[in-house]
């Protein structure tokens, strides 16, 4: 009964190690970029009458550029020696 | 090499003072990109305008000099929900709020749709101070 158990708890073991060195983790990063030149120029340019909302809208939709970074990463098994 | 199909997202609009409440917000979908893209391939200018339109009826905007780009929202953070994403912007329009002479601040929040990210995001961010009138 004792090696029975002991047998049970070195296969849940090798299971779960198996199961958490072949996980895959990683993150999103996206970024969200306009120029400062680009802001600069509609700042003086609206530093009088202002942007109206609606070409404010127009202005941002056509002056950025959005970015998406995937990071992802493996826990691997160390390579054994030769 | 093949080019996968963007998903869909939220671009979320938001419109703070300079003490850091959230006066309005409301949602655009937007495609997510694979890569580098411009927002106009992305996005329906007419749809942001609408939206706009909609939070600051008749308004004109006048920019102040704070910008906040990317790099100014914690830019090693990751959030794994919707909500934990919007916190900072509270914080950051505060930030705002205390350098530019802005009573207010509009802040654009690219992210997965959804409330849950299926993996943790570090969404996409920028920041204009200025006034209304």
């Known amino acids: 009964m004792r090696y029975l158990i002991i047998l049970f708890t070195v296969l849940l073991f090798t299971t779960g ?3 958490i060195l072949g996980q895959e983790k990683g993150s999103v990063v996206y970024e969200l970029n306009y120029s400062r030149s680009d802001i600069s120029m509609m700042q003086k340019k609206a530093a009088e009458k202002g942007i109206a909302v609606k070409d404010l809208a127009n202005w941002i939709v056509k002056n950025g550029t959005v970015s998406e970074k ?3 990463w493996e826990l691997r098994r160390p390579d054994k020696a030769c | 090499m093949g080019t996968e199909t963007p998903g869909q997202g939220v671009l979320t609009i938001f419109l703070t003072d300079e003490n ?3 006066v309005r ?3 655009v979908s937007v495609r997510l990109p694979n890569e580098r893209s411009m927002i106009t391939s992305l996005l329906n200018s007419s ?3 609408g939206v706009m339109e909609r939070i600051l009826p008749g308004m004109a905007f006048y920019p102040d000099s704070v910008f906040y780009p990317d790099s100014v929202f914690y830019p090693d953070s990751v959030f794994k929900t919707s ?5 900072i912007v509270a914080e950051v329009s505060r930030k705002a709020g205390s350098e530019g002479d802005g009573e207010y601040n509009i802040v654009l929040m690219i992210s997965p749709g959804g409330p849950d990210f299926e993996l943790p995001v570090n969404p996409g961010y920028v920041l204009f101070n200025g ?3």
Request: overall charge negative; aromatic content about 4%; hydrophobic content about 40%.
């Open chain 2, 83 to 87: 909500r934990e994403a919007q916190t």
């Open chain 1, 70 to 72: 995937i990071i992802v």
């Open chain 2, 25 to 27: 917000q409301e949602n």
């Open chain 1, 17 to 19: 190690t198996e199961q």
């Open chain 2, 47 to 49: 749809a942001l305008a």
């Open chain 2, 131 to 133: 006034n209304f009138r």
């Open chain 2, 20 to 22: 850091g409440s959230v």
